[in-house]
C-alpha cells in the first residue's frame, strides 16, 4: 500500500536562508510524486512532479526536489526563502501501475520571518 | 484559459440536510476528482470521474456521491449531513485520468461547507 509521510508538520526559517521540506514515501511500485503548495484560502499548486525521467526536479518558484529510491525519498528545497513561500505544503504520490488515486501527506507549514 | 471553478464557495448547512456542489473543470479536462480537506484527517480522496463514469473511489461513506455530465461539469452530493462533514472540498481536473503518466492535475479554490 501507498503512504507518504511528511516528516515536519512546521519549518520556520528567514527570509534569504534555504528551506528544506521532508518527505518519505513507501509505494509498490514505481510511484509518481508531486508536491503541492496551497496558500490561505487557495487551491493547490503544482509546484514540480516526478515521473521517473531526471531523479533530480526543478520546480516554480525556484523549488526543486530529488527523488532518492533508496532513501525513498523526496525532499524540496529550495536555496533562498522568500516572504511569498509562506504556505502550507503537500508531498503526494501515485501509484501509476495501480491507477490509484493520489495519497497525500499530512502537510507543512512553512512560516518565513524577515 | 479560464481554471477550475467551483460553486458555491461557501456553505452552511444543518444536520440532516443534503447539499450539492459543483465543479466545472479546464476546457478540454474530461477527469475530474473531488477530495475533502479537514484539519484533522487532511486531505482525503473522495472520488475521480472521466467520461461520465466514475474510476475511482475512496474509503467514504455512501452518503457521499457524484456524478459528471457530458460536458465533464461534475457535482458531489452529501446527504443526511453530519457534523464531521465540515470541510474544505477541493475539486481538480486533469486532462488524462488519475494513474496515467504525467497526469497533472489543477485544482479549484474549493468550496468551505460548514454543518451546524
Known amino acids: 500500500a501507498q503512504s507518504v509521510t511528511q516528516l515536519d508538520s512546521h519549518v520556520s526559517v528567514s527570509e534569504g536562508t534555504p528551506v528544506l521540506l521532508r518527505c518519505n514515501y513507501s509505494s509498490s511500485y514505481s510511484p509518481s510524486l508531486f508536491w503541492y503548495v496551497q496558500h490561505p484560502n487557495k487551491g493547490l499548486q503544482l509546484l514540480l512532479k516526478?515521473?521517473?525521467?531526471?531523479?533530480l526536479v526543478k520546480g516554480i518558484n525556484g523549488f526543486e526536489a530529488e527523488f532518492k529510491k533508496s532513501e525513498t525519498s523526496f525532499h524540496l528545497t529550495k536555496p533562498s526563502a522568500h516572504m511569498s513561500d509562506a504556505a502550507e505544503y503537500f508531498c503526494?504520490?501515485?501509484?501509476?501501475?495501480?491507477?490509484?488515486?493520489?495519497?497525500f501527506g499530512k502537510g507543512t507549514t512553512l512560516s518565513v520571518s524577515s | 484559459k479560464a481554471g477550475v471553478t467551483q460553486t458555491p464557495r461557501y456553505l452552511i448547512k444543518t444536520r440532516g440536510q443534503q447539499v450539492t456542489l459543483s465543479c466545472s473543470p479546464i476546457s478540454g479536462h474530461r477527469s475530474v476528482s473531488w477530495y475533502q480537506q479537514t484539519p484533522g484527517q487532511g486531505l482525503q480522496f473522495l472520488f475521480e470521474y472521466f467520461s461520465e463514469t466514475q474510476r475511482n473511489k475512496g474509503n467514504f461513506p455512501g452518503r457521499f456521491s457524484g456524478r459528471q455530465f457530458s460536458n465533464s461539469r461534475s457535482e458531489m452530493n452529501v446527504s443526511t449531513l453530519e457534523l464531521g462533514d465540515s470541510a474544505l472540498y477541493l475539486c481538480?481536473?486533469?486532462?488524462?485520468?488519475?494513474?496515467?503518466?504525467?497526469?497533472?492535475?489543477?485544482f479549484g479554490p474549493g468550496t468551505r461547507l460548514t454543518v451546524l
Open positions: 481538480a481536473s486533469s486532462l488524462v485520468p488519475l494513474g496515467t503518466s504525467y497526469n497533472e492535475q489543477f
Open positions: 503526494v504520490v501515485s501509484d501509476d501501475q495501480a491507477g490509484t488515486a493520489l495519497i
Open positions: 516526478y515521473t521517473s525521467a531526471a531523479t
